[in-house]
């Protein structure tokens, strides 16, 4: 597989609010035009549910990575991802919803969040506003965790495991919309051990063990607002969960929250959380007919707090 990501990172922000700006390019159709449900192939698995919470293009990460972020005292860059479900079968009541659930327990991922940063991607000159990884350097349009410890394994196998499954990629949405090739060869490997069905749950795919406390925050995931006390009550269950089971461990849990409300960062991602408040800030200052910041600002939000460089295209 070889794709070319130079000037795209179609994938690691939600580029839908620039289809809202743009005219619909002419002469280009494509089987499945544009990202028009909760989260393109991403939730393939989860296709007749309803997302909740979570950005498009959510990257869900493993409880074994959701941990080592604990560990640094990164949870600022996590959220949960819950969804909602028509049939009674797949679900249980919480409140006036119906949320997808196995064993009576909701389920959930946990991903990186995508905080407002401004960006031009697809070669634009002006820069937008949208959501995109906290890991994403908005000058370079590269990640800024590539080839760390931490870089996750579904940001790795992308866009490998959607082309194993046969589903459109978003390098394919991207050149159907934007023109230009990223997608350069389809070579995959065999979707075997890609962490889809019952192996997932607990591994990837995590179960609350308390329905009955989540209302408040499904209103909130709905809003798109969940509280600091949301995103640490779903690491904690994360973390504290057993691959292959809907358990979850009273004593990590607990360990888990404790680390949560201490949450220190190390000193290599003590960037993190200022650059989120501070993007989230300034996005809220901006008023519909202001600029948009050059995405260089991103020198002093994130680059002069200490986030690691990206290496450039050179
Ligand atoms: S972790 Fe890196 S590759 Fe993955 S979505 Fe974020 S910026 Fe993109």
């Known amino acids: 597989m070889e794709v070319n990501c130079q000037g795209c990172a179609g994938c690691c922000l939600d580029w839908r609010p620039l289809l809202e700006a743009d005219e619909e390019p002419k002469g280009r159709h494509h089987a499945r035009s544009a990202p028009d449900d909760g989260d393109a192939e991403r939730e393939q698995a989860f296709s007749e549910r309803v997302p909740l919470g979570g950005s498009y293009n959510f990257v869900a990460l493993t409880r074994d990575e959701i941990r080592s972020f604990l560990e640094r005292g990164s949870a600022a860059v996590l959220t949960p991802r819950f969804w909602t479900v028509e049939d009674e079968r797949e679900g249980v009541e919480v409140g006036d919803r119906r949320v997808a659930a196995v064993a009576g327990r909701p389920v959930f991922f946990v991903g990186l969040r995508k905080p407002p940063k401004p960006v031009a991607p697809f070669g634009r000159e002006e820069a937008t506003w949208l959501p995109t990884c906290v890991f994403l350097d908005p000058t370079t349009l590269q990640c800024r965790i590539h080839g760390s410890d931490r870089f996750p394994d579904e940001c790795g196998t992308y866009p490998e495991q959607t082309i194993a499954l046969d589903a459109e990629t978003e390098c394919e949405r991207v050149e159907a919309r934007f023109g230009g090739e990223r997608l350069l060869e389809r070579d995959h490997d065999d979707p075997d051990g890609l962490l889809f069905g019952p192996q997932a749950l607990g591994a990837k795919l995590f179960c609350h063990p308390r329905p009955d406390e989540l209302e ?14 949301d995103r640490a009550e779903c690491i904690a269950v994360a973390a504290a969960s057993s691959p292959g089971t ?8 607990e360990r888990a929250l404790e680390r949560l409300e201490g949450d220190e960062p190390d000193a290599g991602d003590a960037w993190i959380r200022p650059a989120i408040d501070d993007w989230c800030r300034r996005r809220d200052r901006t008023r519909a007919n202001e600029a948009v910041p050059d995405p ?3 020198a002093v939000i994130e680059d002069r707090r200490g986030a690691p460089e990206t290496p450039g295209w050179e």
């Open 246 to 253: 809907v358990a979850v461990s009273e004593p990590h849990y």
């Open 296 to 298: 260089e600002l991103a």
């Open 216 to 229: 408040g925050m499904f209103d909130r995931l709905e809003r798109g607002e969940p509280s600091s006390a």
